[in-house]
Structures are given as C-alpha cells and as structure tokens.
C-alpha cells in the first residue's frame, strides 16, 4: 500500500536518527570504554546536523506531494501519534531515571549528558518505530 | 472492545456511488487515504463524526453503513 505523508516522514526520522546517532554513540561507546575520543562539540553538532537534514529530506518529500504535506493530520493520525508518544514517554522516564541513578557512580557531567542524550535518542526511535508499526497495522 | 465487532458497507456503496476512489472519498470527509481504506478494512473504527460524514456522502443512514456484529463465543 502506498505510504502517506506522515508515514514517510516517519520512516525518514527513524532512519536518519539511526544513521546520525548510531555512529556517535558507538564512538561514545568505545569513549567510555577508553578507546577513543569524543569532542565536546560533537554532540550539539550533531543535533544541528540531524535537524537540519530533517528540513531538508522532508521538503524534498513535501516538494513531490504538496497536497499530502499541506494537509493537517487526520484523527487516525493524530491518534498514531498520540500512542507512540504515550509509549516513547515511559522509555524517556526509564532512561530519565538511570541517567539520575548513575550519578551516584562518579559519572562526569560529559557522561551524564551522553546518558541524558541516549535516553532522547532511544524514546524518538521508539516513537518513530511504533508509529510506523500503527500506521503498517491500520492503527 | 473484546468480542465485538463493527463491519462497514463503504467499499459496496463506493462503487454504487460511479466506482468512487478511496481517494475521492477521503478528499469528501478530510481524512487521507490511507484512512478510508484502513476504515473499509475494519482495521480502524472512525469517530461518530467522520461515520456520519460518510452516511452523508452516500446519502443513506448510518447503520446501512456501519453494522455492530456481537462476536460468537
């Protein structure tokens, strides 16, 4: 069946996040691990980077069906996006609560922050995979 | 909802109505597409307000559209 606008541009946030975050955090990995080097600024230039190529993947997609991205989003839609961030939000509290339970272990506020990130980047990826889940399933 | 399900007539009144399009049909109620067919599917059951826009596209009561079917048990 063919895809609608909002489940392409699921498709399209599900897999830039795995292409721009997944190296990054193999490398914080591999950091944390104390093989390697993670500069500072690579995590706020990352995040621009993903927006930005968010922007433009999604015009380029907007450009070939205008009436489908002009359109607000249906209840059936709304109601997909209401159910993968009701289920993103438990993993971002998971992930709120370890970032907060590693504090006690001597974590640096580099570490912690690295915590904090993967939490977001885990809950938008696990958003993203039950939105296209719903919209594969009819809902 | 557990043991029950709601059929739909749409896809039978579609083609009475000229072999109308999914397409037509969703760009008639405001929803897309893929809605209208994941509705003619049974796979998602419409707010009262969309069922009533489609009785109202096809001019016929809503309960010759949507039917409540107990499931056997």
């Keep these: 069946m063919e895809m609608s606008f909002r489940e392409k541009s699921a498709w399209i946030s599900f897999v830039l996040i795995v292409l721009v ?105 696990v958003k993203f995979a039950r939105q296209i889940t719903l919209f594969r399933r009819g809902l | 909802m557990a043991g029950c399900a709601i059929r739909n007539s749409i896809r039978e009144l579609r083609f009475n109505h000229s072999e109308m399009t999914q397409q037509e049909l969703a760009d008639l109620i405001g929803v897309t597409r893929q809605t209208v067919n994941a509705i003619e599917l049974g796979k998602y059951s419409p707010s009262l307000e969309v069922a009533f826009q489609i009785a109202a596209v096809f001019k016929v009561p809503l309960d010759q559209v949507f039917q409540y079917e107990k499931a056997k048990r």
Excluded: N
């Design chain 1, 21 to 125: 975050f997944g190296p990054y955090f193999w490398l914080v990995g591999r950091s944390l691990a104390g093989a390697g080097h993670v500069h500072g600024g690579t995590q706020f230039a990352l995040i621009a980077l993903f927006f930005a190529l968010e922007v433009v993947v999604h015009v380029a997609i907007a450009v070939r069906s205008p009436r489908d991205a002009r359109a607000p989003k249906d209840e059936r839609e709304v109601l997909i996006d209401l159910k993968a961030t009701r289920t993103a939000f438990y993993v971002l509290f998971a992930g709120t609560l370890i970032s907060i339970f590693t504090m006690h272990f001597r974590v640096t506020v580099w570490m912690l922050s690295q915590f904090v990130l993967f939490s977001i980047v885990v809950a938008e990826l």
